[in-house]
């Protein structure tokens, strides 16, 4: 055996400059290398664990996994091309031949692996925020890695992202600073309805939904008259859920639909529908007085109307927002904690 190997190391399979290449160096080269990747992958996973079960610094910890998984591979990479016999100054006879290939082509690889870098330490976007795209794909961050952004979406379906395009495009993180945001949910009514009593059986089925947060002195649920539409008055809710469900917004408003749904239909407040008024302007040829008098009606008695009550002082929950104060920039120190 040991003359073996020593015939492996002795046979000469080419040299660069005046460095000879032997086939025993090759192997001990290649063994190197991958020790490293798999070096590189236990490494990985015994820190994923690590970053599962602790509930603070995760984004550091990704930080030290990333640095940790590339600096094996790097050293290894280095140490198994030294083994084979090559060294930095051999190195230099490719440089022009790596020079024309990173023209060609590899400038993209190089691109999104230092934009992967720039995500990494910039942290402002994290493994298990809730990110949402210019394109309108939304997802939970799951993995930056060198070449792409690994998102998953409520479906369970996995869309790689280049790292580059949330660098150069906008990008919406719903779940930067570990907070819920405030979701509007349209609905209306039939005109005529009681707005007050609109406003608080809305107010009481939202604040029935098990993840809605608790009103305090910023985050408070309302119910905003919007508009006037063809069939009825346009509302909006406004109301504060929990992080977990700002990471699902499909659901999250499909159950406060559902809650104003049955409680409308509970109160007895009809939802609009489409309709449609026709107006004559003649009957059998005839318009105006002599159109009434065909039919034996009387001018007075169409516009007669009971005399209204009137009306309650009502709540104003987009004008009472707006006395609510805009929240101060976040200090500079306080970001870079998180």
Request: a negative charge; aromatic letters at 6%.
């Amino acid at each position: 055996m040991p003359e073996t190997l020593n015939d492996l190391d002795g046979l000469v399979l080419f040299a660069i400059g005046r460095t000879p290449v032997t086939l025993g160096g090759v192997v001990v080269g290649l063994l190197i290398i991958v020790g490293g990747f798999v070096a590189a992958k236990l490494a990985t996973l015994a820190l994923e664990r690590v970053r599962g079960r602790s509930r603070h610094g995760k984004a550091a910890l990704y930080i030290v996994e990333k640095l940790i998984a590339y600096g094996l591979i790097i050293v290894a990479i280095v140490a198994g091309l030294s083994t084979v016999g090559l060294n930095l100054s051999s190195l230099a006879v490719f440089a022009g031949a790596i020079g024309v290939g990173v023209g060609l082509g590899l400038q993209g690889i190089v691109k999104e692996f230092v934009s992967g870098l720039v995500l990494i330490f910039d942290r402002v976007m994290n493994v298990g925020d809730y990110v949402e795209l210019e394109d309108g794909k939304r997802g939970l961050v799951q993995e930056i890695g060198p070449r792409a952004v690994r998102v998953r979406t409520n479906d369970n379906v996995d869309i790689l992202v280049p790292n580059s395009k949330f660098i150069e495009g906008p990008v919406v993180n719903w779940t930067l600073h570990g907070q819920g945001r405030r979701i509007h949910v349209p609905f209306s009514v039939a005109y005529g309805s009681d707005r007050e009593k609109v406003r608080e059986v809305v107010l009481a089925a939202a604040r029935s939904v098990p993840f809605t947060l608790p009103d305090d002195d910023i985050r408070k649920s309302q119910v905003w008259l919007v508009g006037f539409g063809e069939s009825g008055l346009n509302f909006e809710l406004l109301v504060w859920p929990q992080l977990d469900a700002v990471k699902r917004p499909a659901a999250m408003h499909a159950a406060y639909t559902w809650a104003i749904a049955e409680a409308l239909e509970c109160a007895g407040v009809e939802v609009p529908f489409a309709q449609m008024d026709i107006r004559f302007r003649s009957l059998f040829g005839q318009e105006g007085e002599d159109a009434l008098k065909a039919l034996r009606l009387d001018r007075s008695d169409l516009h007669h109307e009971a005399p209204h009550a009137p009306a309650p002082p009502s709540t104003n929950d987009a004008a009472d927002d707006l006395t609510r104060p805009l929240p101060t920039p976040e200090p500079p120190e306080r970001a870079a904690e998180r």
